[in-house]
Every structure is written in C-alpha cells, then in structure tokens.
C-alpha cells in the first residue's frame, strides 16, 4: 500500500473519529470526556416494589442523602413483582433489591448469580389466598379443580404448595393461572378465577375495595420473609455502599415501627393507593432488618427442595451457595 493511500486512511480515520466526538457533543451536551466521566459516577440502582420498607426508604429521601456524602447516586425503579425485578437484577439493569421468598429460589435455579444481604422478620399475615365475596368456597379442600391465579415464583406461589398441602389436594388438582398482580385482579374482579393467591397492599386493596374474603392466609403455613438481594458482582465490587444501604433500612425499620401513621401516609404518596389500604397493609408488616441466619437460610432450602420436588425449577439448588462470606455485610441494625 502507498504512503499516499495510508495517509487518506488515517485523515478518514481521525476525521471519522472527530465526527464521532462532534456527535456525543451534540447528542449529550456536554464533551465526551465529561460525559464518560458523568457516567463512571458511582450509583447503586435499587429496584423495588409497590410497597415495603425501600418505598418507604425511597419516600424519605434519606439514602440519598447518606450517599451523597460519598459521591454516590440512587436510581430507584419499580417492579410489579418479584421474579421480575430479579431478571433486572441478572440482565444487570439494577444492583440491589427486595422480594418473597420464592423470586430467589426461581432466579438461583436459572443460572441468576445473586447473593442474599439480609432479610426482614417472617409476615405470614402479609399473603393470602383470597375469593370473591360471594363466593361459596369455605375450605382449602374446596380449591380442588379450581382456577387460581398467582403470579408464577413469587412468595404466594409457595403459599400455595403448603395450603393445598395442609388440605391434601395435589398441585395438580387444581388449575394454576399465571398472571401479574394487575391482571390477576382484573381476572379476579370478572369472575375467570374462582380465588387468587396475592400480597399486600395488593391484597389489602382485594379486601378493602372488592370485599375479597380470606380463605386462608400465610400464619401456621409459611414464614414470608422479605428479603434483599444484589448482584455478586455488585457485592463483592461495593460492599461499603451496601453496607450504607443496609444501615438505612434498618434506621427506616426503626422509624416505622415507631410511627404507623406517618408510615400510612408515605406509603399512600407512593403508591397512590388509599390511606385505609395501606394502613391494613402496614399493621401486617414485620419491620427488623437482619442479615441472613442459618436458619432463614434453612428455611430458604425447603422453599427451594418443595419447588425441585414438583418440577416447578429447572434444577435443584443449594441456597447457601448464594451467600456472601460472613460479615462483609454487617448491617448495624438491632
């Protein structure tokens, strides 16, 4: 090749690379450098849901302001459930995030390379299974050979198992629907399901807005812990900002528990639910964050082994591989 020809190739290749920056200028505003740098600032991006101690950390703005102090940001995203936050947390759209005890057991089972931070007390009254008002179901055993709507590995689904186990129906005698929480209603509301497995506030609004009757809920059957989770690479790569965001929950924990009504009224701001709705939700919640024992961690396994045993994961799993090692993430609450 002449030296002529290189050096047309190199000015196309300088020029294609200031067009290129001349565009991030105009796209963004700011340089490209700048703009790289804005981008490398350290964040932790939570994802929560409806309703929970992180909505309540999230309408006090307080971990913004602990962060900030670090020159951390939080970007806060809402999920409809469970399973589906814990799919952002795998594809890496967020770092950290609450749910039931099912999510994790379904997201381990598929590959999904999270660890356990910690977990709030067992709330068994926080799920139930529900029907319509004027249904004539009284019983668990009635449940056989009906349709139930659930939302497929959230916390209800485990409900499920062991209220139809107690009632000795087969999960195969009934007929599962799956479906998200607001279509689930929709369903419940026509009458194309005969009951519905749902959490609060989505079941405190069944109750207080449709007259939904509780046939059974989570007490004597499940634990329903609410746990935190993030991605092990996140984990191990910001333990220091985990630690902030732990330490934060367990203040917010505190300030809850001690203030039901204000906790009613931050709820009802951020969700756009009722003030009734949310105040039956929060008289159910367990507040207490803590990392995660040996024995939640045993009562994760048989979570777990009662999914393997129905074929419902792809794979059994051992739970405790989803650990970080002890005390890298030592929270300061009580």
Known sequence: MSNRHENRLSR????????????????????????????????????????????LLKGRGTLEKRLSEQGVTVK?????????????LNVGSID????????????????ANLVYVGNEPASP????????????LRTLAELKGKKIALNK?????????????????????????????ADARAAFERGSVDAWAIWDPFLAAAEKQLGARVLADGKGLVA???????????????????????????????????NPDEVATVLSAQTGLSRDVV?????????????????VIASQQKVADAFSSLKLIPKPIVVKDALLPARQLATSSK
Do not use: C
Request: charged content about 15%.
């Open 12 to 55: 196309r290749t300088t020029l294609g690379l200031l067009f290129a920056a001349a565009a991030g200028v105009l796209a963004s505003g700011m340089p490209v450098t700048v703009q790289a740098q804005a981008q490398a600032q350290p964040e932790v991006r939570i994802g929560y849901q409806k309703y929970g101690t992180l909505t």
């Open 76 to 88: 806060w995203t809402e999920f409809p459930a469970g399973p589906v936050l814990l799919e952002g």
């Open 96 to 111: 950290f995030g609450t749910v039931g005890e099912a999510p994790p057991i379904f997201a381990q089972a598929a590959g």
């Open 125 to 136: 009254g926080s799920e139930a299974i529900v029907v319509p008002k004027g249904s004539g």
């Open 153 to 181: 590995g959230s916390n209800v689904h485990y409900l499920l198992l062991k209220a139809l186990e107690k009632a000795g129906v087969a999960y195969s005698d009934i007929q599962p629907v799956y479906l998200p929480p």
């Open 224 to 258: 329903n812990y609410q746990f935190y989770l993030a991605s092990r690479h996140y984990a191990e790569k910001n333990p220091e900002i985990l630690r902030i965001v732990l330490d934060e929950i367990a203040k917010v924990d505190d300030w809850g528990r001690n």
């Open 279 to 295: 105040a039956l939700a929060a008289s159910r919640y367990a507040y207490g964050v803590k990392p995660v024992s040996v024995d």
